[in-house]
């Protein structure tokens, strides 16, 4: 069902709880100046909150998008210490939903990453929508439950058109920050089973559409490997997008 030419690869930095405004910046800077193949790969990069304006400012005039780690799905309020989409205009093109270091130490749910989804879809932005099984979850045997449940749970609430839209990053929670990457079987049996979803829920020229990252210690050692399978339609990378180099090698491994 895939067919890889009409989907352009994302590789997107998650850079976590890391990096302020002077160093982010500078951070950008240096991505900026590798030579990335933006030709054939979107990339993204995806500061905390007080690093966006900064990050979005050193970008400038190049083709690299600005994503944000988090958003509230209210516009405005009495939401303290939130972000809305709305606050992200001029700003950022990207949010991630559904992280899960935001459903595992912040309570996020299936429905929170729906409404956060709507949010972004609906400010015009670009959702990155995190998926992926425990080890516990895995080992029962569980994955392709696991994973239909959270994709079903955003979907659900989705047109064809959005879901089409949308990025969806699979990230196995054994994976990230491990060291321990999915082999690129695993990541690519996984992908598969989150664009079967996508094509029950939306049919399937929805889930052609749709670009399906891996995420989950993704190295400038193992990033060809996995971004050389086909459905694999790039990376959401956390620790080694903190390194221009290591990260402008795994947008490289992305290109077609
Ligand atoms: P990692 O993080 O690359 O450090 O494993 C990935 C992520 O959490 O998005």
Request: glycine content about 10%.
């Given at each position: 069902m895939t067919s890889p030419e009409a989907r352009r690869p994302i590789v997107a930095a998650n850079w976590k709880m890391n990096t302020g405004p002077h160093d982010g910046a500078e951070l950008a800077r240096a991505v900026a100046a590798e030579n990335l193949p933006f030709a054939q790969v979107d990339v993204v990069l995806c500061p905390p909150a007080t690093g966006l304006t900064a990050v979005a400012q050193a970008v400038q005039g190049t083709p690299i998008g600005v994503g944000a780690q988090h958003v509230y799905?209210?516009?405005?309020?009495?939401?303290?210490?939130e972000i809305s989409v709305p606050m992200l205009t001029g700003l950022a093109s990207y949010a991630i939903a559904g992280h899960s270091e935001r459903r595992q130490l912040?309570?996020?749910t299936d429905l929170d990453v729906q409404h956060k989804t709507l949010a972004i879809l609906a400010g015009g932005l670009t959702p990155i929508v995190a998926v992926g099984e425990s080890l516990d979850q895995r080992d029962a045997g569980a994955t392709l439950t696991v994973l239909r449940t959270q994709i079903t749970a955003v979907l659900e609430a989705l047109s064809p058109e959005q879901s089409a839209a949308s990025v969806i990053a699979y990230e196995p929670v054994w994976a990230i920050g491990t060291g321990r990457n999915a082999s690129p079987a695993q990541a690519q049996e996984a992908i598969g089973w989150i664009r079967d979803t996508v094509a029950a829920a939306h049919g399937c020229p929805a889930a052609e559409r749709v670009r399906i990252q891996y995420g989950g210690s993704v190295s400038p050692e193992n990033c060809e490997e996995l971004l050389g399978?086909?459905?694999?339609?790039?990376a959401l990378v956390g620790?080694?997008?903190?390194?221009a180099a290591k990260f402008a090698a795994i947008v490289r491994a992305a290109a077609p």
């Amino acid at each position: 069902m895939t067919s890889p030419e009409a989907r352009r690869p994302i590789v997107a930095a998650n850079w976590k709880m890391n990096t302020g405004p002077h160093d982010g910046a500078e951070l950008a800077r240096a991505v900026a100046a590798e030579n990335l193949p933006f030709a054939q790969v979107d990339v993204v990069l995806c500061p905390p909150a007080t690093g966006l304006t900064a990050v979005a400012q050193a970008v400038q005039g190049t083709p690299i998008g600005v994503g944000a780690q988090h958003v509230y799905w209210e516009s405005s309020g009495a939401f303290t210490g939130e972000i809305s989409v709305p606050m992200l205009t001029g700003l950022a093109s990207y949010a991630i939903a559904g992280h899960s270091e935001r459903r595992q130490l912040f309570g996020e749910t299936d429905l929170d990453v729906q409404h956060k989804t709507l949010a972004i879809l609906a400010g015009g932005l670009t959702p990155i929508v995190a998926v992926g099984e425990s080890l516990d979850q895995r080992d029962a045997g569980a994955t392709l439950t696991v994973l239909r449940t959270q994709i079903t749970a955003v979907l659900e609430a989705l047109s064809p058109e959005q879901s089409a839209a949308s990025v969806i990053a699979y990230e196995p929670v054994w994976a990230i920050g491990t060291g321990r990457n999915a082999s690129p079987a695993q990541a690519q049996e996984a992908i598969g089973w989150i664009r079967d979803t996508v094509a029950a829920a939306h049919g399937c020229p929805a889930a052609e559409r749709v670009r399906i990252q891996y995420g989950g210690s993704v190295s400038p050692e193992n990033c060809e490997e996995l971004l050389g399978r086909e459905g694999i339609d790039g990376a959401l990378v956390g620790g080694a997008s903190l390194d221009a180099a290591k990260f402008a090698a795994i947008v490289r491994a992305a290109a077609p």
